[in-house]
């Protein structure tokens, strides 16, 4: 299965917020089994977001779209997934009485926020704020990282594919030219491995994190179980790295 990743705001293309969303998502579509075969960040411009949705939603099983719901002014989302979709927005009456219960200081405020495109299924939002919505494979969550994380995963298992991707890790205090050749042996051994190298530069000299991945888990064990004894002969392992966390910070 094959995903997209939409982050939508002049805040993140501009430098001025992190883009933690879709380093959040990417890793975890793959724990689902979803490859993510592009990640954008597109401004708040209607025409630009129309264009990439009608684009890129077509040739992926999932496009998951995150920012632009809340109610300052360029705040358009709902409207360009809409046009996008060719729909009109419509009030969602029970999402309507949901966020004026629930935000009595101001609700007049919140209320446009049920104005979805038509045809759309609302998305509970745990934490509260905007709702989130699916339209057609379009997932629309919120920019509020604590709020996506907590949409994403209340629908996880409808976005889940058959099997995961499963991965493989290695750091050795080496070069990407002395592992070339390795890399490209195991590439062609197992192509349905996907063989990947990220070089790094320490006061200690030279380090190349080797990672693989694929949801076979045969052919996973096997280029690894390879690479793994190949790699040994060629740099000293370093130290295992703390555990990643499982959200940005």
């Not at 995903?3 to 501009?14: D, F, K, P, Y």
């Not at 989302?77 to 999402?95: D, H, K, L, M």
């Not at 491995?193 to 694929?214: A, M, N, Q, R």
């Amino acid at each position: 299965m094959l995903a997209a990743i939409l982050t939508i705001g002049n805040e993140v293309v501009s430098g001025d917020t992190e883009n933690t969303n879709a380093s959040w998502l990417g890793r975890r579509l793959e724990q689902l089994g979803v490859k993510v075969a592009i990640s954008a960040a597109i401004p708040d411009e209607l025409d630009r977001i129309v264009a990439f949705v009608r684009r890129e939603g077509p040739a992926v099983d999932h496009l998951v779209v995150t920012g632009g719901l809340g109610g300052t002014p360029d705040d358009i989302t709902r409207e360009a997934i809409a046009a996008a979709f060719g729909v009109p927005q419509v009030p969602f009456p029970e999402v309507e009485a949901d966020l004026r219960a629930r935000f009595t200081g101001n609700p007049d405020y919140v209320a446009p926020w049920a104005a979805l495109p038509e045809g759309s299924q609302p998305l509970e939002n745990p934490l509260g704020g905007a709702p989130g919505f699916r339209i057609g494979n379009t997932w629309v969550l919120p920019g509020l990282p604590s709020e996506m994380k907590a949409m994403f995963d209340r629908y996880a298992d409808e976005l889940r594919a058959e099997a995961p991707i499963g991965s493989w890790r290695r750091r050795l205090q080496t070069r990407e030219s002395t592992i070339t050749p390795l890399l490209s042996e195991a590439t062609e051994r197992w192509p349905e491995v996907l063989v990947g190298s990220y070089p790094h530069f320490t006061d200690e000299g030279p380090e190349v994190e080797v990672v693989l991945k694929s949801s076979d888990t045969s052919a996973l064990d096997e280029a690894s179980r390879w690479l793994g004894g190949a790699l040994d002969t060629l740099g000293r392992e370093c130290p295992s790295p703390a555990p990643r966390p499982t959200s940005p910070t």
